[in-house]
């Protein structure tokens, strides 16, 4: 199996896990800020990101999907780099 088709499929199932585990979160979740769900769709080049919940939980959940985001660009980036480098020595 490919190494980026796993980890890929082992992405869908960890969010799918974790959507799955928020009713649960949310019900033992007593601090001042509340709870959010953030999520983002990438389409092609454009992120598309959404969120429902509490602004300060909000906030924090959409700083770290951009950072999220910035690092899978930079594994895309790295992977690129690593494939044309074996095909130009071929």
């Known amino acids: ?8 499929l082992a ?3 960890l969010g799918v896990l974790l959507l799955a585990a928020v009713p649960f979160i949310a ?3 007593h601090a001042e800020g509340g709870v959010a769900a ?3 769709v990438v389409v092609l080049f ?6 429902a919940g509490a602004p ?3 906030t924090w959940g ?3 999907v951009a950072a999220l985001l910035f ?12 494939y044309h480098q074996e095909e130009e020595k071929a």
Do not use: D, E, S
């Open 1 to 8: 199996m490919n190494l980026l088709f796993a980890a890929g």
């Open 11 to 13: 992405l869908v199932v």
């Open 27 to 29: 019900m033992t979740y």
């Open 38 to 40: 953030v999520g983002c």
């Open 46 to 51: 454009f992120p598309i990101c959404f969120g």
């Open 56 to 58: 300060p939980a909000l």
């Open 62 to 64: 959409l700083t770290a």
């Open 71 to 82: 690092v899978l660009a930079l594994a895309q980036w790295l992977l690129w780099k690593k």
